[in-house]
């Protein structure tokens, strides 16, 4: 099983990316067969926003050339895919935002139609829903799977997980991932 986890917060340790770390360590526990977790931190590579070129509407790729195409083969090669963004503003971090346009050029022929997603959104106080929102419908806009949406809140760098139904969330999460992980005769 492919996963590819992508966190867009340039915190090192902290909220997001706890979370993605967390689910990794729920999917390692199932011992699932070929099991692979690929993880970017989309704020440490470049990708640059959308420039509208419309190029893609003919090549069906991204003519800018930057990380964008890395991460975009590993989204289609894998079978479930973890985003997880901080909660600015009420909305995603502009580097979550930059990749969402970015994929324009792989909606034209659907090319993440029925992919596996899970969504995580890690807040302060408020603005998750917002967030989660507008990550729901870049999902629906490209025909994805949602498979769940996933809220943490902490003040606190990297303590996300001290709260009980934030841990409970996730693993419920991994559960309803049982439809999409292969079985072994063990499992
Ligand atoms: C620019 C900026 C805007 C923020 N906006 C909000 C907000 O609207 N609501 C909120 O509850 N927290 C807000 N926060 C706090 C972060 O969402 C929160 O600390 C989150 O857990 C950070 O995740 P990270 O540790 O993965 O970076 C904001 C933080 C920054 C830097």
Known sequence: ???VSIIGSHRKNGNTETMLKAFD???KALEIPDYK??????SEMNIYPCRSCLKCMRKNNCVIEDDFGKVALKMIQSDLIIMGSPVYFSDVSAQIKALFDRTYSLWHKKMLKGKNIIFVATCAEY???HTIDTMRHWA???EMNIIATV????EKKGKVLENEMTVKAIADA????DGIIPKTEEN
């Open 1 to 3: 099983m492919k996963i």
């Open 25 to 27: 360590k729920e999917f």
């Open 37 to 42: 977790n690929k993880f970017y931190n989309i």
């Open 127 to 129: 603005g998750s829903g």
């Open 140 to 142: 629906l806009d490209h």
């Open 151 to 154: 809220e943490g809140k902490s």
């Open 174 to 177: 991994v559960r309803a991932c």
